[in-house]
């Protein structure tokens, strides 16, 4: 036999193979572009957040800011240790102006939720007469500007005695403030609920019916787990209302003890100029920061319930 005949072929197995690299989804120019288009939105919302953190941590607590020094020369916390202490002319203390804006954070998130939920399900799972007709009545309210409610508020809320003389109204209180910026809430809640429980299947509540549940207990214990999410972020966005409201409490309020911290930051601007922008950014930031620690707190409700609440 000749040698060639000898030379038996090398098997597949022997032979090293090559693995071949995953195709990026998009070509590496579009990546790059993306990338830095991602860039420059972030140092576009950034900007302003460092400018903000500079200008508090800035001792000369100059009238007219001009220039970006991320750390100022000579930076101090001086001027958050005077806006702790006394954050305006007038003599109230910061502790009680942030216990006045968490009482109505608190209070318009908890009345808009406990009455959102239940207008919700009930819209939701029964078909009541007039049922269309008072969900476009809801719509139409949630369409109508919070600014524009604000003289007929006044006007209702002022009618209502709560003391002993004029100035005893219940305009001139937290309590109507916070029901007045409650009555702005409860369209968004109701909408925002309603289009979470129709996601959640009649079957579960059915089920617990056939086992002997009545219908509140379907309502507490299956329905309000389940709606958890929607309900983190109705809580969030009514917190957010309450804390951050200026417009309701600067007309509707007089007693210096019943400001919040958002009129207090209002009082610190002052005319040609004359605004103390280190204690102004600094007040800002205090204010800031509740919102974001309950927005942390929230997170993994909140995520959840603005994408599953949006589709049926």
Known sequence: MSTQANIMPKSNVDRPTR???????????????YQVLLLVIAFIV???????????????NISRPTELNLIPPGASFAAYAKVLQQPGANPVSFGQLAFNSFKLG??????????GVSAAYVFSRFEIRGRR??????LAVLMLPSIGTIAPLFVLLN??????TQADSLRN?????????????????????KGYLDTIPRDLEEAAR????????????IVLPLAVPALAVTFFLGFLSGWTEFALSWQFLTRPSDFTLTMALWNMTGQYGTTPWSEFSAMSLLVAGPVAIVYLALQKYIIGGLTLGSVK
Do not use: C, E, H
Request: proline share 7%.
């Open 19 to 33: 693995q071949r690299r995953p195709r990026p989804d998009l070509p590496y120019g579009k990546q790059l572009a």
């Open 46 to 60: 950034l900007f302003p957040i460092l400018w903000v953190v500079s200008l508090s941590l800035d001792p000369r």
């Open 106 to 115: 608190v209070g318009v998130a908890l009345f808009s939720v406990a009455i």
């Open 133 to 138: 007709f008072l969900m476009l009545a809801v």
């Open 159 to 164: 009618k209502i005695q709560i003391g002993a």
């Open 173 to 193: 209180s937290l309590l109507g403030v916070g029901l007045a910026i409650t009555s702005g809430a409860l369209p968004f809640s109701i909408w925002n609920l």
């Open 210 to 221: 056939i086992d002997g549940a009545t219908l509140n207990q379907t309502f507490l214990r």
